[in-house]
């Protein structure tokens, strides 16, 4: 039987990454991603999280920032107690859509079945679903 996998996003889905918008909209990549850190937690999607990982369920988080960010993503995750098996991230460089690059990442390197992935860009959770993946909409984009 294969491993169950529940993947989630972080900015915007464990993170509530809205107020950085004007810079993602301005393209300042530099400052958004900068200013990560600084992200509130979303309880609700934290508290989901730990749950399912409680409950010895393997958690993916899958991100679309860079792996430049490591160092920060696994500072705020762990300050804010989140439970996770793993952290994939983008590697640096590249610049494929989110849709694109967790569809690769997921077609090519997940070792399991997909219970569930949680995101908070309606594009991925479409994308998801063209491939029979449940998926819901989450986080910021959900309210």
Not at 98 to 108: H, L, Q, T
Request: net charge neutral; hydrophobic share 40%.
């Amino acid at each position: 039987m294969s491993k169950l996998i529940y993947i989630m996003d972080l900015e915007g889905t464990l993170t509530h990454s809205k107020w950085r918008s004007p810079y993602a909209k301005m393209e300042d990549w530099k400052r958004f991603h900068k200013l990560f850190p600084l992200d509130e937690p979303n309880w609700e999607m934290i508290n989901l999280c730990n749950d399912i990982a409680l409950s010895g369920r393997a958690v993916w988080i899958l991100t679309g920032k860079e792996e430049s960010g490591r160092a920060d993503a696994i500072e705020w995750l762990k300050s804010h107690g989140v439970q996770f098996s793993y952290l994939f991230m983008r590697p640096q460089g590249n610049r494929l859509s989110s849709p694109d690059f967790k569809e690769r990442f997921i077609m090519g390197e997940c070792s399991g079945v997909i219970a569930m992935l949680y995101d908070d860009r309606q594009d991925v959770i479409d994308m998801a679903r063209s491939h029979n993946i449940p998926a819901i909409l989450s986080g910021d984009q959900r309210r």
